[in-house]
C-alpha cells in the first residue's frame, strides 16, 4: 500500500502562496501563530499515516456487522479515534471556554484533508461529533452544552445527524418522525420521540461511550396532525444512554452495506418501539431545520474537502504508477525497451485532468474554509452562500471523475482490490448523494442563489473574478487566460438574463447544466489565481520550478480544455432546451 496522501509541497503552497495564510490569522483576530499551524498539520499527517491509513483497507473488507442488536466497529477504528482525542484534535476547532484551541475553520480544514486522504470512513465518525457538539453549543442551553456537547468534544461520545427517513431524504418537509412533550427537566422541555431514521452514518458502534443523535422531527398539533412543510421541523438532542445512565427507546433495525466508505456505520434507527425514546429540543418548536441550515455551510464544505482529498490522493497513485509502469514505445519506435506509461500522450491527458480536478478542487475548498472564518465580512458570508453549492459539488462530481481517471491509468491493476484506487473511487461515489445530492444542489444555486433572495454573492463573485482575469493581463503567459474567463463571467450574466425571460415554472428544468458550467468558471478563476501565484514565487530550485510549471500548466488545460464546456452548457440553460424536460415519463 502507498503511504502517499497529500501533496505537502501543495498543501503549503495553498496555504502560503496563495491564500496568505499568515495574514489571514492576523486579519480574524487568531492568536494562533504559523509555526503552531505547522506543528498542527505535521501532527496531523502523521497520524493520519500511521494511525488511519494504515486499516483503510481492512476496514472495507471487514465492515460493521449487526449482532443481537447492537452495531460492532472494526477496533482501529476506535484506536485511531482515542488517538486523534487525546491529541486534542476533536476540540481543535472549539474556543477555548469549550475546552478547545480554537483553531481557524481553514487550518482545521487542511489538517482534516490529511485524515479525508487517509481514511474518511473512519475520520467520519469525528466530523459528525464535531458538528453535532457545534449545534447544540450554538443553540443548545448551558445544560445542555455542558451535559451532550462536552464530553463529545472531549471526543469521549459522538454524534449523529438523524434527518433522513426511509420516504423522506431530499424531502425533509415530508418527515414524521413526532415529538409529543413529556414534562421538562435540567435540561430543558423534554418530548418522547417516535419515527423511523434512516441512513444513520455512525447510528451506533461500540467504540464511543455514548452517542448523542439530534433527531428531525415534528410536534403535532391540538388535532394530532402534524405540521406540513419545513416550518414544523424541530430539532431533538436523544442519546443512546440516558443522563440516569438508562439505554433510551433507540432499536438499531439494520445495517445497511454500502458501496465505499465502508467502515462508517450506516443505520436504520427506529426511535420509541416502546414508550418513546428520551428527547430535549434544542431552542424552540420550528426551529429545528433553520438550525441545521446554518450549520450547513460548514458541513457541505467538509464533503467537498472529504472528495477533495479522495481525488487529491487518486491523482498521486496515478502519477506515481505511471512514471514507474513500462509499457509500449513512443509512436514510430518498434523495439528497445518500453517506455514508462507517463510518456504517452493519452496518459498525460488522463494525469492531467486528474491534477487539474483533483488540486482545484483542494483549492476550492480552502479557499471556502478561508471564507468561513471570515464571517465577520458580509461581503465573504455572500460569496460563501453562493459558492457552497459548488464546493459540495465540484469536488464530487470532479473529483470522483478524478478517482475514474486514476482507475484508468493503473489499467487493469486499477481495477483490482490490491491497488487503492478503486476503493478511492467507491468512498467518493457516496459524495454527490449525501448532504444534498447534486440535483438539490443545483436548483439551490439557479434558484434561491442566482435568481431567488440570495442572489447578492453572484456580483462579488465576479468582481474578484474580474479583478484575477485583469492582474493576469500584465503576465504573458497568463493573458490570454485572463480574457477568457472575463468571457465566461459575461457568458454567465447574459445566460442569467436569458433566463429570467423564460417561464418562472421552466426556469430551473436545466440547472444542474447551470452548475457544471458555474463550476467551470468558478475552477478557471481560482486556476488563475492559483498559476498566478505560482509565477510569482521565486523558485529556488529544480522540484520547486517543476511544481510552479505544473501549476501553469494545470491553468493552462483549464482554461483550454474545460472552462470551453460552459459555453455549450450555458446554451442550453439560457435557450431553455427542452431536450430532457419535455419527455414524458412513458418514454422511458
Ligand atoms: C452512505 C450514506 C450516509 C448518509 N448519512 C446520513 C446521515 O448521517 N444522516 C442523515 O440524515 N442522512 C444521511 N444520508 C441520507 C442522504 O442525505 C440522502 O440519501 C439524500 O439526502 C438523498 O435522499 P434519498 O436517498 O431519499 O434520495 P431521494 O430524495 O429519493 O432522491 C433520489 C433522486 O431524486 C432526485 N430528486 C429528489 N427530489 C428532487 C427534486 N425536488 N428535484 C430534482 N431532483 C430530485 C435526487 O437528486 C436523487 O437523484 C446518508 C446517505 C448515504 C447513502
Redesign the pocket.
Known sequence: MSDVLLSERDMAFLLDDWLGLETHLAAIGSDTDRETVSQYLDLSAKLAADRFLTHYKKSDHEEPRLENGRVRVLPEVGEALREFAELGLFSASFPAELGGMGLPYLVTSASYAWFAAANGASVGYAMLTGANARLIAAFGSEAQRDRFALPQIEGRWFG?????EPQA???LGDIRTRAVPDGSDEFGDRYRLTGNKM???GGDQDISENIVHLVLAKVPGEDGALPEGTEGISLFIVPKILPDGVHNDIAVAGLNH?MG?RGTS?CLLNFGEGEGATGWIVGKPGQGLAQMFMMMNEARVAVGLGAASLACRGYLLARDYAKERLQGRAPGVRDGTPVAIVDHADIKRMLIAAKAYSEGSLALCLYAAKLVDEKANPESTALLDLLTPVVKTYPSEFGRLANDLAIQVHGGYGYTRDFDVEQLYRDNR?NP????????QA?DLLGRKILGRGAGGFDIFSKRAEEAASRAADNPDLAAHGSALADAIGNLEETIVSLKALDPARRLDNSALFLEAFGHVVLAWLWLEQALAASSMIAADEESRAFAAGKIAACRYYFEVELPKSQHLLALVGGGSTAAASLGAEIF
Not at 449523529?160 to 433522513?164: A, E, P, R
Open positions: 449523529t445527524m438523524c434527518l433522513s431524504g431530499s424531502s441512513w444513520i452514518s454500502k466508505n450506516n457516496l448523494i449525501h448532504e444534498g445530492t447534486t440535483g438539490i436548483g
